[in-house]
């Protein structure tokens, strides 16, 4: 069955940097684009990024756009998050998640929670 | 960017009630636009995508209807497990989620 384990969250000051890491199995990862999608406490939800499914094509969401990048290992069927220059307001919980098409988001993981304080 | 806009942010019905969420989208986006549910300290679920589709799985009290920029979420008779946050999302252009609308049961 198609799983997606989100790992690397904690808490971390201001300025500093995180990476988070998506683990899938379950299905032929390298065959699916891949997304990044945020929730603030008691917030909605805001995608953040994707990556095509070899990597070649990055988007990213403006607010996080140039302190984020997005990468993956099709060797290790693992996504990647790395963010840089942290702010309070990235304090979230961060999921992966993959389209079945286009970005119709039908499987996601559990969540990996940033909190950003000093 | 596209922004999108549910109405009602919340929404308190009744076990049996006919519940309807609309979202707006600052632009057309077609039929690109997906539904999910969200309970507390759970990762969303898809529901409705493409507009109407029902995913594989999802009761068929749950519906959704519209293109370009207006859409509708239809639960035909509210149980007492939807109790959830109800989202919509495009994805014509980079994805984007409206704000959410709270269910309640009265």
């Known amino acids: 069955q198609v799983q997606m384990v989100e790992s690397g969250g904690g808490v971390v000051q201001p300025g500093r940097s995180l990476r988070l890491s998506c683990a899938a199995s379950g299905f032929t990862f390298s065959r699916y684009a891949m997304h990044w999608v945020r929730q603030a406490p008691g917030k909605g939800l805001e995608w953040v990024a994707i990556?095509?499914?070899?990597?070649?094509?990055?988007h990213y969401a403006n607010s996080v756009k140039g302190r984020f990048t997005i990468s993956r290992d099709n060797s290790k069927n693992t996504l990647y998050l790395q963010m840089n220059s942290l702010r309070v307001e990235d304090t979230a919980v961060y999921y992966c998640?993959?389209?079945?098409?286009?970005?119709?988001?039908?499987?996601w993981g559990q969540g990996t929670l940033v909190t950003v304080s000093s | 960017d596209i922004q999108m806009t549910q109405s009602p942010s919340s929404l308190s019905a009744s076990v049996g009630d006919r519940v309807t969420i609309t979202c707006q989208a600052s632009?057309?986006?077609?039929?690109?636009l997906n539904w999910f549910q969200q309970k507390p300290g759970k990762a969303p679920k898809l529901l409705i995508y493409?507009?109407?589709n029902l995913e594989t799985g999802v009761p068929s009290r749950f519906s959704g209807s519209g293109s370009g920029t207006d859409f509708t979420f239809t639960i035909s008779s509210l149980q007492p497990e939807d109790i959830a946050t109800y989202y919509c999302?495009?994805?014509?252009?980079?994805?984007?989620f409206g704000q959410g609308t709270k269910l309640e049961i009265k």
């Open positions: 990556i095509s499914y070899d990597g070649s094509h990055k």
């Open positions: 999302q495009q994805y014509h252009t980079l994805p984007a």
């Open positions: 493409d507009a109407s």
């Open positions: 632009q057309d986006v077609s039929n690109y």
């Open positions: 998640a993959r389209p079945k098409v286009g970005a119709v988001f039908d499987y």
